[in-house]
């Protein structure tokens, strides 16, 4: 999809009947509102089926939800996969690796 001048989004074909090719970033602002969604999204399988939600995203969520709930927790994973719209995806993956060892799960904290 383009603005007129420049793509501003693009994703897989799905190819065959029946297929779907969900990109979890275009439903994240919904998933902000309808939180109890998040977790049981087709968006949300597929990027785990992908490898782009993975094991390190799993962790930090995992302790976010100890912490803070499920519901906060949601909140919290929504926010710093928000922070890939904006900032480099390797950036944001380094703060998800590091948040764990230091048992931040404050999403500022993980985008720094």
Known sequence: MTDGIRAVTAHPRAIGRGVEALELDHYLDVLQIKRSAFAGSSALAQARATGRFGKAHDRVSDLARHRLGEREET??????????????????????????????????????
């Not at 929504?78 to 404050?106: C, F, K, M, Q, Y």
């Open 75 to 112: 909140k919290a994973m929504i926010d710093v996969l928000l922070a890939h719209r904006t900032l480099p995806g390797h950036a944001v993956l380094a703060g998800i690796e590091a948040a764990p060892p230091v048992s931040s799960v404050d999403p500022q904290v993980v985008l720094v």
